[in-house]
Nanobody
Framework: VQLQASGGGSVQAGGSLRLSCAAS????????MGWFRQAPGKERELAAA????????YYTDAVKGRFTISRDNAKNTVYLQMNSLKPEDTANYYC????????????????WGRGTLVTVSS
């Protein structure tokens, strides 16, 4: 199983980035997917999650109205569109897969990808 995140980079505040996570995983459509982030010196937190079929989403309060999570089960890929970025969004972003569910806690996820770094300057 491999989850490959991409799309990170450096942007100025107010800018946008789109993260992608390509999953080499059987039965991708049976996994809920999440985007976690970890800023320097802080604990990892869930930024957004999406259910197996894509009908249900979750966002942490800090990103509501700015980030959009989506998935394409035909391409085994999940996306995170990030708009109106703020310096406090600076973090390593990780995608994760949860078998037959999705949740807000790290221990609910079975597989993790390597992070992609997002840096937002003021």
């Amino acid at each position: 199983v491999q989850l490959q995140a991409s799309g990170g980079g450096s942007v100025q505040a107010g800018g946008s980035l789109r993260l992608s996570c390509a999953a080499s995983i059987r039965a991708f459509s049976h996994y809920g997917m999440g985007w976690f982030r970890q800023a320097p010196g802080k604990e990892r937190e869930l930024a957004a999650a999406i259910s197996q079929g894509g009908t249900t989403t979750y966002y942490t309060d800090a990103v509501k109205g700015r980030f959009t999570i989506s998935r394409d089960n035909a391409k085994n890929t999940v996306y995170l569109q990030m708009n109106s970025l703020k310096p406090e969004d600076t973090a390593n972003y990780y995608c994760a897969a949860a078998w037959r569910g999705y949740g807000t806690k790290s221990n609910e996820y079975n597989y993790w990808g390597r992070g992609t770094l997002v840096t937002v300057s003021s």
